[in-house]
Every structure is written in C-alpha cells, then in structure tokens.
C-alpha cells in the first residue's frame, strides 16, 4: 500500500476544517488502497502572522472577552472537545513541524504528497505559504491536490510569478471552486498539468458516514429545531438575517439553535450554543429541520444531510464568493440570499429537485474518482 502525506489545515477550533481532514484521509484509507497521514503542520505559525495595531480600548475589551471566557470554562471546553477529535478521529505524522524551516530541514517521508481542501492557497491568511504547495517535498516525489481553495476571486498579479512556479511541480491539480480553475489558468500554470475541480472532501462521505462522530456528542438538544451557524468574523449577514429568521420560524414553528455569538435583530427565542466541538457540530447539523448558514461548511453539511437551507452569501465585492460558486454549480442558485437584501424571500419549494441531485452526485462521483486516480 502506499504511503501518502496530507497538509491540509486541521489543527484550528473551526468544525469544517477538522471534518474535511478527516474525511478525506477517511476516504483514503477505506477506499484508495493507501495508507493515509495528515502531516502534523501547525497552523498558524510565524509565517502567517501580520502586526495589528488595535486600539487601546478594543485591547482590553478583546482581553477582557479571553478572561470571561476562560473564566466560564468555554476556552476549556471548545479546546478539549477539538483536542479529543484530533486524538480519536485524525491520524497524524508523528513530528509536529511548528515552522517553514522546520518542515524543509527534516521533511516527513511518503511516496506521494497531497495538498488537502480548506482555503489552504487563501493568500490572505496563509500568506503563500510554501508548505501548503508541496515544496518541502522531495522532487523525485508525485504532489497532487485535492480540493484545494484560494477562497477568492483572483489572486494579486504580482504572485503569479511565484505560484506558477509552485503549481508546475504537482503531477495533477484538483481544486474546490471552479473559480480557482480560472485563477491558476490565468497564472499560466502549465496545461500539461490535469486541472480539476472536485467537491469538497466532506462529500466524499455519505450521511451515515459521520455517525460514529455525530453521537459523539456531549450536546443532543431534544425535540425539533432550525439550526443558524454564521462565521462571526467573515461579514455582516443582516439585514437578510433577521428577514429569514422570521419567516423560517413562521413557517415550521420551532425552536432556534444559534452557532456562535453572532447577534441578530430577530425578537424571538434563540438558544446560543458556542463552545461545541466537531462531534457536536455534526450531531446538530444531522438533527436539524432546517439550516440557515453562512459557513461554506454549514451548507456542505446540509447537502450531505439533505437538510432544506438557506445560505446568506456576501456582497460579490468581499472576493469570497465560495458558497455562491458551489450552489451555482450545482443549479441550486434558489437556495442563497445575499446578506444586503432588505427584503429577501426564502425558497419554498423542493430544494432536492432532480436536477440537483443529480449535479451533486456527478460531482461526488467524477471527484471520487478523480481521488482514486492520483492516489495510484
């Protein structure tokens, strides 16, 4: 069997980037004839850290906001929730490379280097990192990628340069969006090189799949809810938000379960849940009635479940244009509202319709493939 090596990001406290490691080393291991390793590169390091210069008052507000966390026991909870998933579900190199250097002067050894999914090429947050293009890894040794994102509309010409000469070692290029194929054609990137896209490793696995996850759980509320998840950092979802929250709950009648500490205009009852873990995000996307979400993971988790969903997207001018993208491809365009929308009308018909699911299972079923080809 062979061996192959994964740098992905999977060490950070966000619930899809740890499922798609481990999906996609799951899916390897049982269905590629390889032996699997996510290669124990941590994220962030040096490398990746830009100064900021906050104010003084927002200084002691952001430490005042640690204190009340850690005081409340949420920073212990959330760390020890990942930590488990990492030590029960992930299985890692046996070094852990803290730096760039690290990884260059004792490279881990496999007979094939795979860059893994995640907005691992985001040059905003991981800052061209060389890593997270394989260059650490012997030349005599095939590098592939599967699902790979840049997570933005287009990359800065001056790195052209430079991530052309990166992408020209890999043997075979699988990408999540299909607006990363545009980015690395503009670049030049040689056409002797197969580009792809494929879907994002979560997909690989079916629903029943993550069950021995989801029961892991130390958080199952009872009865019937719509489940709301938001990125608190990524952008403003109102005033759509708040329009769409009520006119789900008009409609089912049920409780709501919020992700986070995202603050909405919404006057009905939400139940904020923030200190959960990866079993817990998958055990409450699985139990949902309906998910409203801004997460490209919390629309990926409603597709695997088959969960009806809104997703709110951001203005086209943000760059992130992933969610968008991904439902476009799949004729599913019905089912996102772009946060500025003041009166925005969820979709209520069937959301499943036969031209999706059919777009969704060609796209699992080509990047399946796809997966096994460059694992030989």
């Known amino acids: 069997m062979k061996s192959i090596g994964i740098i992905t990001i999977h060490r950070i406290h966000n619930y ?11 899916y390897i291991q049982k269905n590629c004839s390889a032996n699997a390793e996510i290669i124990d590169y941590i994220f962030p390091n040096e490398f990746h850290k830009t100064p900021v210069h906050y104010s003084l008052v927002k200084k002691i507000r952001i430490e005042l906001g640690k204190l009340k966390d850690i005081l409340k026991g949420k920073t212990g909870r959330i760390d020890r929730r990942f930590n488990k ?30 860059t893994g999914s995640d907005q691992v090429w ?39 340069p430079l991530l052309r000469n990166y992408l020209d070692s890999y043997r075979s290029i699988g990408v999540r ?17 197969p580009l792809t896209m494929t879907c994002d490793p ?38 759509a938000l708040t329009k769409v929250l009520e006119q789900i709950q008009h409609k089912l009648n049920i409780p709501i379960v919020m992700l986070g500490q995202r603050k909405s205009n919404f006057n009905g009852e939400i139940k904020v849940i923030n200190d959960i873990g990866p079993c817990e995000f998958a055990y409450l996307m699985k139990h949902a009635e309906y998910v409203l979400t801004s997460s490209f993971h919390g629309l990926m988790f409603s597709l695997i479940n088959r969960k009806p969903f809104t997703a709110i997207i951001p203005d086209p001018k943000s760059g992130d244009c992933r969610i ?23 979709f209520e018909g069937k959301v499943y319709d036969d ?22």
């Open 85 to 114: 998933f990492k030590d029960d579900f992930l299985v890692l190199s046996e070094r852990s490379y803290g730096s760039v250097d690290e990884i260059n002067s004792n490279p881990p050894v496999y007979e094939i280097y795979m």
């Open 16 to 26: 899809g980037s740890a499922l798609q490691a481990y999906a996609l080393q799951h």
């Open 324 to 346: 968008k993208d991904m439902l476009d491809y799949l004729k599913m365009s019905k089912c996102y509202i772009q946060a500025d929308e003041a009166n925005p009308k969820i």
């Open 122 to 160: 985001n040059y905003k947050t991981l800052k061209n990192d060389p890593v997270m293009y394989l260059q650490f890894a012997p030349k005599d040794k095939p590098r592939v990628a599967f699902g790979a994102s840049f997570a933005q509309k287009d990359v800065p010409s001056e790195y052209y």
């Open 202 to 239: 979560t997909m690989l696995l079916d629903s029943s799949e993550y069950d021995e996850i989801a029961e892991r759980s130390e958080i199952k509320p009872t009865g019937k809810y719509i489940l709301c998840y938001f990125l608190d950092y990524a952008f403003n979802p109102e005033p």
């Open 177 to 193: 969006e299909q607006n990363s194929i545009e980015i690395i054609k503009r670049m030049g990137v040689s056409p002797t090189i």
């Open 355 to 376: 031209e999706a699911e059919n777009s969704i299972k060609s796209l699992i079923t080509s990047s399946q493939k796809y997966l096994k080809e460059i694992c030989k």
